[in-house]
C-alpha cells in the first residue's frame, strides 16, 4: 500500500521561502515518478512539478526559477523547494507518486497548506 504524508506547509509573506517534504512508503522508491500538484480555491489543479526516477524535472511556468524538486531515494523521500513566493502560490500542494510504467499519477497524499500574504 503505497502511502504519501507532506509536511512543510505554512504562511510566508511575498519573497519568503518554504520546503515542502513527502514521506513516503514506496519500497521501490527508485522506480517511481514523483510529482507536486497544487490547488487553490476556485482554480483548477495544477501540476507544479515532477522529476522522474531518472532524474528528469518538468516545472510549470509559473514556477520555473523560483521551485525546484528533489528526491532522496535512500530515505524515499520527495522535496519541494520554494523560493520567492508570491501571493499566488497560495494553494494546497498535493504530492503524487507513480510507476514508472503508468500513464498518470494514481497515488496521492493529504495536501499540506502553502499560504502567502502580501
Known amino acids: 500500500q503505497v502511502e504519501l504524508a507532506e509536511s512543510g506547509g505554512g504562511s510566508v509573506q511575498t519573497g519568503g521561502s518554504l520546503r515542502l517534504s513527502c514521506r513516503t512508503s514506496?519500497?521501490?522508491?527508485?522506480?517511481?515518478?514523483m510529482g507536486w500538484f497544487r490547488q487553490a480555491p476556485g482554480r483548477e489543479r495544477e501540476e507544479v512539478a515532477r522529476l522522474g526516477r531518472e532524474g528528469q524535472t518538468t516545472y510549470a511556468d509559473s514556477v520555473k526559477g523560483r521551485f525546484s524538486i528533489s528526491r532522496d531515494n535512500a530515505k524515499r523521500t520527495l522535496y519541494l523547494q520554494m523560493d520567492s513566493l508570491k501571493p499566488e502560490d497560495t494553494a494546497m500542494y498535493y504530492c503524487?507518486?507513480?510507476?514508472?510504467?503508468?500513464?498518470?499519477?494514481?497515488?496521492w497524499g493529504q495536501g499540506t497548506q502553502v499560504t502567502v500574504s502580501s
Open positions: 514506496i519500497y521501490n522508491f527508485n522506480d517511481f515518478n
Open positions: 503524487v507518486a507513480k510507476e514508472w510504467w503508468s500513464h498518470e499519477f494514481r497515488y
